[in-house]
């Protein structure tokens, strides 16, 4: 054990004060009648991506935060002492944690939609040129559910006469009429990265295949969507700091 210099203890406060807050940010995620930092961590992990990427990071930091503090009762002496890499991993897992993106950062942006009433020739043209695979369908100016490419595929599959489809005269009503209905959820700008992860797993725990959840300026079907993220843009995510 040994004297802490000042540049030691500012290191030790500052970690403390980065562990506190990624704490605070843990109950408020999480959500449990638990407040233990490491039983957060374990429950958190199972629901949150962000979580499980920082899972171990966190159960070795809540080690290093337990000598941090005990010894305290010998002021100036520490058994234990994060150096500047830890402090500075630490802050930012905290800033990331306490301040999380809003969901269209991970977002499909500029999303192509339809009326129900057009050409499937021309969201057939659209998957060409974006690579996109699910659309959003409205009806009177309201969304009413979303095409993929899947259902397309499908439906000519079942239409199919020795080997040709016709799609001249093919409405996107004609196909989402006798497709089943897609399951999305519409939700505000405002909205963070963690509550979408819940409306996912919410969705999930019903045993509710979610196919997309689709941003709009306050959350409405009647605006026009300014983002899309499917449950693979969720996968996609790279919480990964330095």
């Known amino acids: 054990m040994k004297p ?13 004060v980065a562990f506190n807050q990624v704490h605070d940010a843990l109950r408020d995620i999480v959500q449990i009648n638990d407040e233990r930092f490491v039983v957060l961590v374990k ?3 199972k629901k949150y991506q962000v979580i499980e990427t920082y899972k171990k990071d966190l159960e070795q ?28 991993h630490i802050e930012k897992i905290a800033n ?6 809003y969901a269209l950062t991970i977002a499909t942006k500029n999303v192509v939609f339809f009326d129900e009433n057009d050409s499937i020739l021309k969201v057939t043209a659209a998957i060409k040129q974006y690579g996109y ?9 309201k969304c009413i559910g979303l095409l993929t490419a899947g259902s397309i595929m499908k439906w000519m599959a079942q239409h199919m006469e020795s080997g040709i ?19 999305i959820e519409f939700i505000s700008k405002e909205i963070n990265l963690f509550q979408v992860e819940n409306i996912f797993e919410k969705a999930h725990k019903k045993k509710n295949k ?12 009647g605006e026009k969507p300014l983002g899309i993220i499917t449950p693979w843009d969720l996968i996609q995510i790279d919480y990964t700091v330095d």
Do not use: W
């Not at 997309?212 to 409405?220: D, L, P, R, S």
């Open 4 to 16: 802490a210099n000042k540049q030691d203890q500012l290191l030790s406060e500052r970690f403390e």
């Open 43 to 45: 429950v958190g992990a």
């Open 61 to 88: 930091y809540a080690r290093l935060r337990n000598a941090i503090v005990h010894e305290k009762m010998e002021v100036g002496f520490y058994i234990a002492e994060p150096n500047a890499k830890v402090v500075h």
């Open 96 to 101: 990331i944690l306490s301040r999380p993106n």
């Open 133 to 141: 695979s699910k659309f959003p369908i409205y009806k009177n100016q």
């Open 165 to 183: 489809v016709n799609l001249a005269d093919v409405r996107i009503a004609d196909i989402m009429m006798v497709e089943k209905k897609q399951s």
């Open 210 to 221: 979610l196919e997309a959840v689709v941003i709009t300026e306050n959350g409405n079907a």
